[in-house]
Antibody
Framework: EVQLLESGGGLGQPGGSLRLSCAAS????????MSWVRQAPGKGLEWVSG????????DYADNVRGRFTISRDNLNNTVYLQMSSLRAEDTALYYC???????????WGQGTLVIVSS | EIVLTQSPDFQSVTPKEKVTITCRAS??????LHWYQQKPHQSPKLLIK???QSLSGVSSRFSGSGSGTDFTLTINSLEAEDAATYYC?????????FGQGTKVEIK
């Protein structure tokens, strides 16, 4: 059974940093790209970042590029999102998503809530 | 950036009715269009991939069609459990984008 367990959310200060983690199990982790998708309270889904199975290729949404860094540890089946220079508009539930070979997100975690506020 | 526009934003439907949700892309994305269902307080669930490919474990009442810029999600014979927000999503180019969502309410 595929499981994605996010952690690391919480209250962050404007301009501060947070690091999200997603522990994956139940599939051949290094064979699949992973993504982070966020959802602001009461709003729709927003793709944030993605990383290839090897970790050699990363992509970012324009509004987080240069502030967020995605990475993965294929030995420990974990994907990370390092968030810096936090802004109020980064407040959201952050989902860890396993990408299928079609590019669709076939498994989603339960999300970890990030609140940016002073 | 490819913009996905869904219509309608909201639909109130009687059980057993058919629901049609459309998703229009700002440029051609081939068949790299996927549909998700999100129920309140739950994570999104993949319903359809590559515009029309059904998935194991997903009710056969859900079907998708389209290619290029115009896509449709159809829910046949709506059931109460289908009350949710539905999103389209493109994986054709970076940044990946989602439609704004269509909320389906059961009358």
């Amino acid at each position: 059974e595929v499981q994605l367990l996010e952690s690391g959310g919480g209250l962050g200060q404007p301009g501060g940093s947070l690091r999200l983690s997603c522990a994956a199990s139940g599939f051949s982790f290094s064979s699949y790209a992973m993504s982070w998708v966020r959802q602001a309270p009461g709003k729709g889904l927003e793709w944030v970042s993605g990383i290839s199975g090897s970790g050699g290729s990363t992509d970012y949404a324009d509004n987080v590029r240069g502030r967020f860094t995605i990475s993965r540890d294929n030995l420990n089946n974990t994907v990370y999102l390092q968030m810096s220079s936090l802004r109020a508009e980064d407040t959201a539930l952050y989902y860890c998503v396993k990408d299928s070979f079609s590019g669709s997100g076939d498994y989603w975690g339960q999300g970890t809530l990030v609140i940016v506020s002073s | 950036e490819i913009v996905l526009t869904q219509s309608p934003d909201f639909q109130s439907v009687t059980p057993k009715e058919k629901v049609t949700i459309t998703c229009r892309a700002s440029q051609s994305i081939g068949s790299s269009l996927h549909w998700y269902q999100q129920k309140p307080h739950q994570s999104p669930k993949l319903l359809i991939k590559y515009a029309s490919q059904s998935l194991s474990g997903v009710s056969s009442r859900f079907s998708g069609s389209g290619s290029g810029t115009d896509f449709t999600l159809t829910i046949n014979s709506l059931e109460a459990e289908d009350a949710a927000t539905y999103y389209c999503h493109q994986s054709s180019s970076i940044p990946r984008t989602f439609g704004q969502g269509t909320k389906v309410e059961i009358k």
